[in-house]
């Protein structure tokens, strides 16, 4: 499996509304639930509303479509991760997943991916 180096970084958000969200931005991850409105944001686009933040994020794309029957593919990324004490963000959309990991862990991910056969491009 090949996965994508992302150059910018991410801040994690936790929002008021999006009314401050730039979505004409490459990467913007909104979620909504009953309890919160989160954000997934290029750090250099964090909006003013933020209620709380968590900056230091690095990202790699899982490359290609994934079939929703595929099973298995962030749980085995999550396993060589875990074993190597580093925890990760997934963000999923409807063709790919994203894996956020901070960025002081973030090259240690990556050699810790390569050594089990994973291609970082």
Known sequence: MELKRIAQEFTVCKIADIGGVDFGREFVFLSKTDEELSLVC??????????????????????????FGMVGVIAEISRHLAAAGIS??????????????????????IKVLQKQGYTIG
Request: charged letters at 25%; a negative charge.
């Open 42 to 67: 290029e750090t250099v686009c964090v909006p003013a509303n933020v209620l709380i933040a968590e900056d230091g994020w690095k990202g790699l794309k899982i490359t290609g479509i994934l079939d």
């Open 88 to 109: 990760l963000f997934v963000v999923s959309t409807y063709n790919t997943d994203y894996i956020l990991l901070k960025a002081d862990r973030y090259e240690e991910g």
